[in-house]
């Protein structure tokens, strides 16, 4: 059920037609009939039989009216019948949490963009096969693996569903996506005309403790200091968030220590997508989907790769 709900809502965008055609065939019904009647006076469709067929896959609450004081479009009963299903998957039962967590992901804005973006290989948006299928399957919540094995990389436990590979702090695979992500923003910010600087190698000392990649970048500063700075999208929680940065293995006192400036920096997708349109004579809209498609793919395709790794 969930492949056939959209892409915004948390699936596919594969649209079931059992489902959805009594949704087709009401609008049509109802939007042609004032012509039909211009056209043949005995004209006489049953259009509240129609919606009533629609009404019986709804709850109650979301019944339309029949006979309907306006005919109404196929994209709101289509929505009608999809919030059915979106009710359904994320109804609570028994061993439903991860899945219940996963689905309710999805349905943040932008989480399924990337299945919007051309496969274009110069643009880094295409994807070989077997990760799409990895991916895909991720997005389903569907196993990848017949059952849980040993991680080959650590010592835990590589779990059917992908979840330990998209976190195993061995291997590099953190570090890779992190990468990858960090340099489509500061190709973001260089469209954008704000000239950032990726962070340079041994700004600090090595820590032991750190797994994964950094999450640092910096910029030159007129005083000859440098600002190392941490990009993140901006929202609700950003200030906590600028405070978790400062606190996080002691990165504010150990930029300190090296003499450099830590500063946090949240950047929100909606303003740098603005910068860029100002430039490119796009709309923002429009660069704020390539943004979203250029992140999602980057993510999606490095947590394949990190679990096809260790199948």
Not at 128 to 155: E, G, N
Not at 158 to 187: E, M, T, W, Y
């Amino acid at each position: 059920m969930q492949a056939s709900l959209s892409t915004r809502s948390g699936g596919l965008g594969l649209r079931s037609v059992a489902r959805h055609s009594v949704a087709g065939y009401a609008a049509s019904l109802l939007a042609t009939a004032p012509l039909c009647k211009e056209i043949d006076g005995n004209y006489d469709a049953d259009q509240g039989a129609a919606l009533h067929q629609v009404n019986l896959a709804l709850p109650p609450a979301d019944h339309f009216p029949v006979p309907a004081p306006h005919p109404p479009r196929q994209q709101g009963l289509s929505r009608a019948l999809d919030r059915v299903v979106i009710a359904q998957l994320a109804a609570p039962g028994p061993g439903r949490e991860a899945y219940r967590a996963h689905f309710q992901l999805l349905q943040q804005e932008g989480a399924g963009a990337w299945l919007h973006a051309f496969p274009n290989d110069a643009l880094g948006l295409h994807v070989v096969t077997p990760l799409f299928r990895t991916m895909v399957r991720l997005r389903l919540r569907l196993p990848i693996a017949d059952s849980d094995m040993a991680c080959p990389l650590c010592d835990g436990t590589s779990d059917s569903f992908g979840d330990h590979a998209r976190v195993c702090p061995c291997g590099g695979d953190r570090v890779k996506r992190h990468n990858q992500l960090r340099n489509i923003l500061a190709g973001r910010a260089r469209a954008a005309g704000l000239q950032p600087e990726v962070e340079k190698p041994n700004l600090l000392p090595p820590r032991p403790e750190l797994q994964g990649g950094t999450e640092d970048g910096s910029q030159p500063r007129g005083n000859g200091r440098h600002l190392a700075a941490s990009a993140a999208d901006g929202s609700k929680a950003s200030m906590d968030y600028e405070v978790r940065k400062c606190h996080h293995l002691d990165t504010l006192q150990a930029c300190a220590t090296e003499g450099l400036q830590f500063i946090s920096i949240l950047g929100e997708k909606r303003s740098l997508s603005a910068a860029i349109a100002a430039r490119t004579s796009e709309s923002s809209s429009v660069e704020l989907q390539r943004l979203l498609q250029a992140l999602g793919i980057a993510l999606h395709r490095e947590n394949a790769r990190a679990i096809m790794r260790r199948l």
